[in-house]
């Protein structure tokens, strides 16, 4: 019986340290909500691609191991030349190092975000990862050519009560409103450098050629 107790002890002692060790790694990866321009701007490469196969692991057993996802790229937005079909994503292999598990259906075209080391393209949760068809078409627009206009420019992100401070900034209220889950900002918005003001940064509508009318157009090849 006191054998049988000294194991239990043992056992939940272990666990309780797996426990805490697994908490640590957890509340090691924190991302902060993005505008897709702001992601878009900071990322080394974009690309559309089809998820292949998912969840590999590499390297040595004994090591710590990353993950690297098979995809098919269908279209490149930015990135080097040479990088026009990308055929790995490599990602961290556990949560709190803010890896990438894929649990999306395979073959569904997805708009891909990552960063460069040499030849390979390494992404986290933190990257704008996202379904394809789950993208409003004045996103699309941005990420095939809009986005790339405005990252001269700055957008800060309002969580409370806030102001720019210099001309090159846009002001992002959508974290704002994030009760009525409406993103208007996020979902309809760039901020861009008006030529007519100097410069001067502010929200632009993309889902209009010009103020007050709207402008409808296919933006899936």
Request: proline content about 4%; glycine content about 6%.
């Amino acid at each position: 019986m006191k054998m049988n107790l000294a194991k239990v002890s043992r056992f939940l002692a272990a666990s309780f340290l797996l426990l805490a060790l697994l908490e640590d790694t957890t509340e090691a990866c924190s991302c902060a909500p993005r505008h897709p321009q702001t992601a878009f701007c900071s990322a080394d490469i974009v690309l559309r691609a089809k998820f292949v196969a998912i969840n590999k692991m590499e390297g040595n057993v004994s090591e710590r191991r990353w993950m690297y996802h098979e995809i098919k790229t269908t279209k490149l937005y930015k990135g080097p030349e040479e990088m026009q079909d990308v055929r790995y994503v490599h990602t961290p292999p556990i949560d709190g190092a803010c890896g990438y598990f894929h649990g999306g259906p395979l073959k569904e075209e997805y708009l891909i975000t990552g960063r460069l080391k040499g030849d390979e393209v390494l992404i986290t949760i933190c990257d704008f990862i996202r379904p394809w068809a789950e993208i409003t078409l004045a996103q699309k627009r941005g990420f095939t050519s809009e986005y790339s206009k405005g990252c001269s420019c700055s957008i800060v992100s309002c969580h409370s009560e806030c102001s720019i401070t210099s001309d090159n900034q846009c002001l992002w209220t959508d974290l704002l409103r994030s009760q009525n889950q409406s993103y208007f900002q996020d979902k309809h918005l760039a901020c861009l450098p008006r030529v007519e003001k100097n410069g001067m940064c502010t929200w632009k509508s993309l889902g209009t050629q010009r103020s007050g009318s709207f402008r409808k157009r296919r933006l899936t090849q």
